[in-house]
């Protein structure tokens, strides 16, 4: 470990430390400022899945995003917190670049996932969004069956195959805990579930095409607190096998299923760390006092 | 002590001022009389008002029943007893001769139907579809305000343009020249209500068929127009029912013709102008078949109503969360 890989390291975000930044922390220098995570952690994650990298979002002239940089790690669950308005959800959108979509809508920087950026030119948005699953705020199931929600995505891809269907149908219900109350009722219009039912078809259908990433935007905010804890417990279960990054407004919400956490205010990345640091020891005010309820 | 004196003091002052009659005009029970007063001499002026709006609103009411019921009783009156089976079999006979039908006609309007919807349908449709997902707000602003200038030209205009670009040039009137001015009288309605209805559809959730990588066209065919399709298929339901009682269009494009067309590029005979040449004839029977004629024309107006409120009903159905 030389001199150059040390330098490389600092410009590197947070989630990319190597072997060698084992020593730089035990020196106690910080290796990338506010975004430092444990020896133990690190080790567990030795590339972050989603790098985003001095990323500015404009809406037309408004300044959404401004320069935030940080690092998903893989397999594990991220929570953005912040006030209304601080860009949470605008940075989510980027990562599966749902921001297409909106007219002068605006971006710098980069956000690579596995190695590539995702806004070069030559990206297939489409493949893109299906190794990058999202699920919204409200719920919403396509006016269709149960069965042909979920098996939706597959069809898409091209899958024609009755029993393929019906086995990959079968396997993202059951990952989406729902499998058991619809399985007699499959036919039936998705719109007559419930509430949290209808969320967790949602992320059944995108399970069903077998993402890597899977982003949320404020996935419980509608759902009473039976449901959000259904909801909880199911996103504790898919962060062994996915990329869980969460949009919350719910504190309580984000020490419970996320094992990092960054929280962003006024478009900029305050804080980014392992959960437990940022809701036990803060570095920045501004974190400690969004956390005790001071504003947001 | 100090401020219960003072109040004490209020109350003093407050009798005298009754007693001296200078504010106790409007004491409290005043203010109730006083209102009260005024309440009951306005009475009968409010109630009045009242009348007026509730019996005015539903007289406007009922002369909106009447008129429908009026025209379909005297239809019914005038036209039922000559509707039989020869009404809807035969052709119609000549001069002085009893009996005949209108199988022609009946016929014709149903071609004529089929040929408008052949070039109404796919073209007001696409052009709704694109305004709503993909035009640019400039253009799509132009094209809708186009939409509208068309909405309003006189129906027998739209007849000279089809007269000019296919009458004239084949020498000949036609049933395609009549289906496609039809035709493209329905465009503007169509394009219209299908923007309308196809940009109802929640955006989210067309992103969350985006999001699970859908191409944007496919999302459009198998999300956004099967949740909309209830009020696309209502607003070509509407746009067909007003060209099938269209005369003018017809009356130099498919023209009429007593006897079975020979092809869809000969004159064809049509209710409306069966009616219409009918109508104005001197001769008793021609009249009665002209109600007949109107009769069975306002009976596949409704039947094309019914149909577009069947879809309509299933479009809630599908949308309501009943379980």
């Known amino acids: 470990m030389n001199l150059n890989d040390q330098t490389i390291g600092n410009d590197i975000l947070p989630g990319d430390i190597r072997p060698h930044i084992n020593t730089e922390l035990q020196n106690g220098k910080p290796l990338f400022v506010s975004h430092r995570k444990p020896l133990e952690e690190s080790l567990e994650n030795p590339i972050p899945q989603i790098m985003v990298k001095e990323l500015n979002f404009y809406y037309g002239r408004q300044k959404a995003l401004s320069k935030v940089s940080l690092g998903i790690p893989a397999k594990k669950a991220t929570a953005l917190i912040g006030p209304s308005g601080c860009g949470k959800s605008t940075l989510l959108r980027t990562f599966s670049r749902m921001n297409d979509l909106i007219a002068n809508a605006r971006i710098e920087g980069t956000v690579t996932i596995d190695g590539r950026n995702i806004y070069d030119r030559d990206t297939d948005v489409v493949e893109l969004r299906r190794r990058v699953g999202m699920v919204f705020q409200k719920s919403t199931p396509f006016p269709k069956s149960i069965y042909d929600n979920v098996a939706y995505g597959l069809r898409i891809v091209g899958i024609r195959d009755k029993k393929t269907l019906d086995q990959i149908v079968e396997k993202s219900l059951r990952q989406a805990v729902l499998w058991e109350e619809v399985k007699d009722n499959l036919g039936k219009s998705a719109l007559a579930l419930s509430g949290g039912q209808q969320q967790r078809l949602c992320i059944a259908r995108a399970l069903a095409v077998g993402p890597e990433i899977l982003l949320m935007d404020e996935p419980c905010s509608a759902l009473d607190p039976n449901a959000t804890a259904r909801i909880e417990e199911l996103i504790f279960e898919l962060k062994d096998d996915y990329t869980v990054v969460i949009v919350t407004h719910n504190m309580q919400q984000a020490v419970r299923v996320s094992d990092f956490t960054a929280f962003l205010y006024l478009g900029e990345l305050i804080e980014f760390g392992s959960t437990q640091k940022i809701f036990t020891v803060p570095k920045d005010r501004r974190t400690e006092a969004y956390l005790t309820g001071k504003f947001g | ?323």
Request: hydrophobic share 50%; charged share 15%.
């Open chain 2, 1 to 323: 002590m100090n401020g219960r004196k003072s109040f004490k003091d209020d109350e003093f002052s407050f009798d005298m001022n009754t007693m001296t009659g200078i504010s106790s005009a409007w004491s409290e029970t005043k203010i109730k009389e006083r209102v009260l007063t005024q309440f009951n001499q306005t009475r009968a002026r409010r109630n009045i008002i009242n009348a007026t709006a509730v019996y005015g609103l539903s007289f406007c009411a009922i002369l909106v029943l009447f008129c429908l019921f009026n025209i379909i009783f005297h239809l019914l009156v005038q036209g039922f007893s000559s509707l039989n089976r020869d009404f809807f079999l035969q052709l119609p006979k000549p001069v002085g001769e009893p009996g005949g039908g209108t199988a022609n006609a009946i016929v014709g309007t149903l071609i004529l139907l089929i040929v408008a919807v052949l070039v109404g349908v796919p073209i007001g449709l696409g052009a709704g579809i694109y305004l709503s997902e993909y035009a640019h707000q400039r253009f799509a602003q132009a094209v809708r305000f186009t939409t509208d200038v068309m909405n309003g030209i006189p129906s027998i205009v739209f007849g000279i343009f089809a007269w000019t670009i296919l009458v004239v040039p084949f020498k000949s009137f036609s049933a395609l020249s009549g289906g496609i001015a039809l035709g493209i009288m329905m465009i503007p309605m169509i394009t219209r209500t299908t923007e309308g209805f196809v940009r109802m559809v929640p955006v989210p959730l067309r992103e969350a068929g985006l999001a699970i990588g859908t191409p944007k066209w496919r999302v459009i065919k198998d999300i956004v127009v099967p949740s909309s399709l209830g009020g696309i298929v209502t607003g070509i339901m509407v746009s067909l029912a007003r060209v099938a009682g269209e005369t003018a269009p017809l009356l130099f494009t498919a023209f009429g013709n007593h006897f079975w067309h020979s092809s869809l590029l000969a004159p064809i005979a049509a209710l409306p102008l069966q009616i219409f040449s009918y109508a104005i004839s001197p001769f008793e029977d021609w009249h009665r078949q002209a109600w007949a004629g109107a009769l069975v024309l306002i009976l596949i107006v409704f039947v094309i109503n019914l149909c577009s409120s069947y879809f309509v009903g299933r479009q809630r159905r599908m949308f309501s969360s009943h379980k």
